[in-house]
Antibody, heavy 120, light 110 residues
Framework: EVQLEESGGGLVQPGGSLRLSCAASGFTFSSYWMHWVRQAPGKGLVWVSRSNGDGSTTNYADSVKGRFSISRDNAKNTLYLQMNSLRAEDTAVYYC?????????????WGQGTLVTVSS | QSALTQPASVSGSPGQSITISCTGTSSDVGGYNYVSWYQQHPGKAPKLMIYDVSNRPSGVSNRFSGSKSGNTASLTISGLQAEDEADYYCSSYTSSSTFVFGTGTKVTVL
């Protein structure tokens, strides 16, 4: 069974940093593109970033480019999102999501999300 | 990248059909056949319902169908059921190698 479990969320002050983790199981992690998607409280989904299977190709939304960094440790089956220079507008539930085999598009499995709150 | 435009809400009676639109630009919806649709119940993670404009993943009811014309994609739910009440989001690949979601549509079953 495919499982994705995010962790690392919490309360952080503006300008601070946080690293999110997404532990994957039930599939060959290194063979799949992975994404981060966020959702502010009561708002819609927003795509954040993606990484290919070996981490050599990454893309970012303009709103986080230069502040966030996606990475992965395939030996630990874990995806990361390093978030720096955090702003109030980064407050959201952050989901990791898997793309289907052989594709980088779409998100066929999602974790339950971890809440990041940026506030003083 | 601006969010794709969806109606805020759509409603219908059980058994009826409803259609949700998703309007973008030639740089996203109109430029690629990479539109997908997600269903999200309150407090839950999204679920993939349609990919590549009109394909259904295994296990998704055939009451859900997708289409596209120009810069606008559509999701149709036929034979509306109480369990279909949820938020629905479209998503598209973009010319910047990124992704953009729609503004979301709340479906209410009357």
């Amino acid at each position: 069974e495919v499982q994705l479990e995010e962790s690392g969320g919490g309360l952080v002050q503006p300008g601070g940093s946080l690293r999110l983790s997404c532990a994957a199981s039930g599939f060959t992690f290194s063979s799949y593109w992975m994404h981060w998607v966020r959702q502010a409280p009561g708002k819609g989904l927003v795509w954040v970033s993606r990484s290919n299977g070996d981490g050599s190709t990454t893309n970012y939304a303009d709103s986080v480019k230069g502040r966030f960094s996606i990475s992965r440790d395939n030996a630990k089956n874990t995806l990361y999102l390093q978030m720096n220079s955090l702003r109030a507008e980064d407050t959201a539930v952050y989901y990791c999501a898997r793309a289907p085999m052989g594709r980088s598009i779409d998100f066929d499995y999602w974790g339950q999300g971890t809440l990041v709150t940026v506030s003083s | 990248q601006s969010a794709l435009t969806q109606p805020a809400s759509v409603s219908g009676s059980p058994g009826q059909s409803i259609t949700i639109s998703c309007t973008g630009t030639s740089s996203d919806v109109g430029g690629y056949n990479y539109v997908s649709w997600y269903q999200q119940h309150p407090g839950k993670a999204p679920k993939l319902m349609i990919y590549d404009v009109s394909n259904r993943p295994s296990g998704v009811s055939n009451r859900f169908s997708g289409s596209k014309s120009g810069n606008t994609a559509s999701l149709t739910i036929s034979g509306l059921q109480a369990e279909d009440e949820a938020d629905y989001y479209c998503s598209s690949y973009t010319s910047s190698s990124t992704f953009v979601f729609g503004t979301g549509t709340k479906v209410t079953v009357l």
